[in-house]
């Protein structure tokens, strides 16, 4: 799609140096009945220059050209309509050109207010030299909890304190609807329950679905925009949004284990091969059960979450599997999970998810 708007542009572009031919006469242009003007040749070459400059700055990934092609756009549609008998197809190129321009500038605005959150939740983290964790460490949790402690590698490196990811993978909204392909970035405070986590789905060839899912002071937010511009899903803090993104932050412990050491969670082993973990912020609690191999392997991760953050959402069965393990910094991890809503009505899958980087203890946000 990005070379057809690239081709697009430039062809549209130079279709203006018709105008500027037919003013200078420099040959025949039988398509343009009308006659113009040298000054007004001038500025259908100007907006083909426009045309041009965008495609260049578009290929360049400069931030400003979404900015030049509403510019050429709306230089471009005054001429049409001056000269509408000849021109007026030029306008859907105009159209698309538009759409696809303001789509953008959209999104770097969105994309610059998740970077702003981000940057403040990092900046509030102590990143001094780590603690190193040892045996001593793992004694206060259930024996199931230290196996997971030891099976990731936990004892032996640093404690980790924040968090930096990304993610692809495949979501979709509905049980019967159709798969659709994402990349995210998220960030976490890990000494203080925190994260960011920001996405960019491929609804379909044409549009994006932007979104940011945020937990702050115990607090949960999400926020989901078509194209960047229209609120798909604005969700500000309540109990069941807070609740949703605590046991969220809960479950996705997996991927930094030492946080299962910190002090806002608890641990009560409920057999040989699993544990309930509950999270304690500002006086709220949630809680999720942990299930692991005999060797402490973590295989899964199960609580009751409202499903969906309206007056008439109820608590149903969210479920977590690991689906593959990698090494990241040395921690033995699962990367690949699938997310499942237990319904009663069968389970809805809804999210394939792979983390494709992984960075601890460092305040630094992606580029």
């Known amino acids: 799609m990005k070379y057809l708007f690239v081709v697009l542009l430039l062809f549209h572009g130079l279709i203006h140096t ?36 965008t495609a260049l700055l578009f290929v360049m990934k400069k931030e400003n050209w979404p900015l030049l092609a509403m510019i050429s756009v709306i230089i471009s549609q005054v001429l049409i309509l001056l000269y509408w008998q000849d021109a007026k197809y030029g ?15 959209a999104g770097q605005r969105f994309t610059k207010m998740i970077q702003e959150e981000s940057g403040v939740l990092l900046q ?29 590698n936990v004892v032996g490196n640093d404690k ?42 491929d ?3 044409l549009f994006t679905l932007k979104g940011r899912d945020k937990l702050k002071n115990g607090k949960g937010e999400m926020l989901i925009k078509l194209a960047s511009i229209i609120p798909v899903a604005v969700e500000k803090p309540s109990e069941k949004i807070n609740t949703g993104t605590m046991l969220r932050f809960l479950g996705e ?27 304690v912020l500002n006086g709220k609690s949630v ?9 402490g392997k973590f295989i899964a991760f199960q609580a009751d979450r409202y499903y969906g953050g309206g007056e008439d959402a109820k608590l149903e069965k969210w479920y977590i599997e690991a ?3 990698k090494e990241f910094e040395n921690f033995s991890l699962p990367y690949k999970c699938d997310v499942t809503w237990k319904l009663a009505e069968g389970d809805f899958n809804w999210l394939r998810v792979e983390i494709t980087d992984m960075k601890y203890n460092t305040n630094k946000l992606y580029r």
């Open 18 to 53: 018709m105008g500027f031919v037919k003013a200078f006469e420099i040959t025949q242009i039988s398509q343009l009945t009308k006659n113009i003007t040298k000054p007004m040749g001038l500025v259908w070459l100007f907006a083909m220059l426009l045309f041009l400059a």
């Open 91 to 105: 306008t859907f190129a105009n159209i698309i050109i538009f759409v696809v321009a303001i789509q953008a500038f």
């Open 124 to 152: 509030e983290i102590s990143i001094e030299v780590p603690e190193t964790l040892e045996m001593k460490d793992i004694s206060g949790v259930p024996i199931i909890i230290q196996k997971w402690m030891l099976y990731s």
């Open 160 to 201: 980790v304190v924040s968090v930096r990811l990304k993610q692809k993978g495949e979501m979709r909204t509905k049980p019967e609807s159709k798969w659709m392909s994402f990349t995210a970035q998220q960030y976490f405070d890990v000494s203080d329950p925190s994260f960011v986590w920001s996405t960019t789905v």
């Open 203 to 205: 609804a379909n060839p």
């Open 253 to 279: 412990m997996c991927w930094f284990p030492s946080a299962a050491l910190n002090k806002y969670v608890t641990w009560e082993q409920l057999d040989a091969t699993s544990a309930k973990a509950t999270l």
């Open 287 to 295: 809680s999720g059960v942990y299930t692991f191999s005999e060797e």
């Open 323 to 325: 689906k593959a393990y």
